[in-house]
């Protein structure tokens, strides 16, 4: 199983852009990298999936480099509605007992 | 169909109880899965179906735990002899199979278990 490894806390202001990197160096070929999000007593809300380059939403982006070895989510302009923890997953989506979380980045926006 | 339903959200219970939890998945969803998250920790994986057969089981899905997905549609876990250390959110969700298809998870709202 890929390992990841986030920063545990990060701090930010309204209207800022927000970047979390999430390291993967020992990421598989048939592994996508995907984020969630969640809120205190809600389940984890699927925010983006990719496999390389670079893919965006109407929520964020997800940046790869070539080598896999790590991604950034890339949130534009966060509000204080963006402060929750954000998990980084490395795994096959064909097959679920390789979707392991960590235990995520907890971002909080300060007004 | 507005997602995956859980229910209880709530369950408090006596060491010793069984308990039941339901979850609801999203209806073109084959797949269903078990998380359970304590405090300040991600959640972890317990098991998972594919339409009705349960494929994965956790190691710690201990033989207190059992779960079922009757006609392949919604799923039940329960937990015999409930222990303090069952204190957790139990999260249900649900997926696609095929990649391509694959948007991630869709998880319901949990149910907190608190065990006294």
């Known amino acids: 199983l890929a390992k990841t490894t986030q920063p545990i806390s990060m701090d930010s202001y309204e209207g800022q852009e927000v970047n979390i990197t999430c390291s993967h160096n020992?990421?598989?070929?048939?592994?996508?990298i995907t984020w969630y999000q969640q809120f205190p007593s809600q389940g984890p809300r699927f925010i983006i999936q990719?496999?390389?380059t670079k893919v965006t939403n109407e929520v964020a982006s997800l940046f790869i480099p070539a080598d896999r070895k790590s991604s950034t989510l890339s949130l534009p302009r966060v509000s204080l509605s963006d402060t929750a923890v954000y998990y980084c997953?490395?795994?096959?989506?064909?097959?679920?007992?390789?979707?392991?979380f960590g235990s995520g980045t907890q971002l909080t926006v300060l007004p | 169909d507005t997602g995956v339903s859980q229910d209880p959200r709530h369950k408090i219970t006596k060491r010793g109880q069984n308990v039941t939890f339901r979850c609801d998945p999203i209806?073109?969803?084959?797949?269903l899965y078990w998380y359970r998250q304590t405090l300040g920790q991600g959640p972890e994986f317990l098991t998972y179906?594919?339409?009705?057969?349960?494929?994965?089981k956790s190691r710690l899905l201990s033989d207190r735990f059992s779960a079922e997905r009757p006609k392949g549609s919604f799923s039940t876990l329960e937990i015999q002899r409930t222990e303090q250390g069952d204190s957790a959110m139990y999260l249900c969700?649900?997926?696609?199979?095929?990649?391509?298809?694959?948007?991630?998870?869709?998880f319901g709202s949990g149910t907190r278990l608190t065990v006294v």
């Open positions: 969700a649900s997926s696609f199979p095929d990649r391509a298809l694959n948007y991630g998870y869709t």
């Open positions: 020992n990421i598989a070929t048939n592994d996508y």
């Open positions: 990719g496999y390389k």
């Open positions: 997953l490395v795994g096959d989506t064909g097959s679920a007992r390789q979707l392991t």
């Open positions: 209806s073109e969803h084959n797949r």
């Open positions: 179906f594919q339409n009705e057969a349960q494929l994965e």
